[in-house]
DNA sequence: AGCACGCCGACT
DNA sequence: GTCGGCGTGCTC
């Protein structure tokens, strides 16, 4: 007689453990490691779950039930998941089921099948090694100094790898970001040792280019790509792919990380700081996290590669887990205009100087803050926002000549005055990408004026000369780079009040700067201070530390980790009771909000298992004790808010 | 979540 | 004496 442990797929955190099952003669053989089975739960309740493992014993050998059926022999929970699973939900005080929710996509019943009967022939659940290829495309050059990328895969080391700004081009003759050609060669490299890399960019136009670059280095039946804009049948399909015992390059977002790539030799991680790249489900695990964990368990090798450097990643460096590297490449030519009259000169002279200048060659960049037409409209004297008389709603204008209209009620403000001064005069706000737009092409008549926004984005735009506006984000790729970039409102992107804009615009207007072509002038509008200095003198993690200094003063993160508490006000104070006993742990708050108690825990990193641990625990305690506290109240009670934790919470800052 | 077990009030 | 109320705790 053998026993499975299973982990149940239930979000409940008290289930969140492994369970023990008898495997009847029946299923013998077809209950193995990894595959889905449907098991039987107390009070004739049925469960679906992973065999985890097999065991020939077991304490709940009197109790245990058998295994209902096996759903597929697919081995779709590989073990080396499966402990990262474990380790990210302990750390994140979440389940482990919910990083196999991420991990594992939704089966597909076709693909699967037809997957299974590609591996004919095999031993049942094994699936078929396919043949060495031919010899592949020729390897590139790594062109880091000092990085001996073979013994670094071997031995498991890690990186901080700074991108040489400026695009490159490609064997196809097509283009990408010198960032996407180095990691295709960190890559190819991997692969070519026989050993599987994943690479994890922020957002699905990283993709597009990542595989434009690894085109021309990684044979195409080598490369599996698992991003969010697939179809969930392409993705179950990729992702069955990645369980092939053969080398593969895995190229994604976020859950590309915790593919079950055969023989992992490295994760490349692009632009850590990308707010994209924190996980948006429970329980919200940052893909550099779950990069670092995993890097670390299976010993293989880990690069956080970024035009500049993220506090986090600096944070790294700092304690040494990070090895600096970067490619040499000269310094971007950046300048700073700052306007004259602050507000005023959205355009600074020096801005159209530069861009009247560089349309004589190629395509300009002008990055802006907002989407759009003009988002907001406001007073003209005291520049307070223009509300709508009826609701009090924001006022704005759907285009150039469309009348102000509130965005809540949707009536027009006809005679309009301002509720606090009483002027009848209205301006734009921050111009959108459109309104630009509009007011480049009155000022560049003969000039070809491109928008890319979040709504409309594009890749890329050919060599000729041509404004082209975009947002933050969605600036395009240039055919041999720009002739000169223009960041615009960086003033009111620094204005959001967060910890962390600094680093965000930073980022930003480096990842902009990084499209230019070698030595084409960058022109950063209305903003000076050590944020701008960092840009022009290209020194990012100088930048970084200097953050990172200044919140080890103040305690934030990632000086420190935080916890976020929330709930009812006896379930928060008795979660926060449990942590009494840890030093280097304090608590911000509990501060009340509509009935529901809001704390903030910050611990230094080596408490983070203790602290994770407690509150989990305070977790299942409220979970499972006496659910309704109040059972006095019998009619519909406005439902008591359970406990909620969440580790790391960047939007509390 | 759902369901079984368990310890106090009205009943054939 | 027993039936059943729902609070409490467990799920292999």
Redesign the pocket.
Known sequence: MSFARVVLDSP?P??DR?????VPPELEGAVAPGVRVR???????AARGYVVELAER?E?AE???DVAAVVSPARVLDPAVWRLARELADRAAGSANDILRLAIPPRQARVEKAFLGAQQGAPEGVPAVQPPAAAGPALPELGVPGLDWAGAVQRGERFALTAAPGPVRLEDGGWAGGWAAALAALAAHCLAQGRSAILCVPDYRDVEQLARALSAVVEPERLVRLDTRQSEAARYRGFLRTLLPQPVVVLGNRSAVYAPAHALGAILLWDDGDPLHREPLAPYVHVRDAALVRARQAGCALVLAAHGRSPEAERLVRVGWLRAVSVPAPRPHVMLATAAEPGSARIPPLAWRTAREALRTGPVLVQVGQPGHSPVLLCAECRRPARCARCGGPLRKASASAAPACGWCGALAAAWNCAHCGSERMRPGVAGSSRTAEELAKAFPNTRVLVSDGQSPRTLVDARPALVVATRGAEPLAAGGYAAVLLLDGERMLARESLFVADDCLRQWSNAVALARPGAPCVLAGVGGPVAQALATWRQPEFARRELEQRAELRFPPAVRSATVTGAPDAVAEALSALDALDDVDVLGPVEDGGIDRAIVRFGYARGEDVASALRAALVRS??????AV?AGRAEEPELPRLRIRMDDPDVW
């Open positions: 409940l008290q289930l492994l369970f023990d099952y008898r098991v039987p739960l107390r009070g004739g309740r077991s709940f109790a245990a039930r979970a499972t004790g006496r659910r309704r059972a």
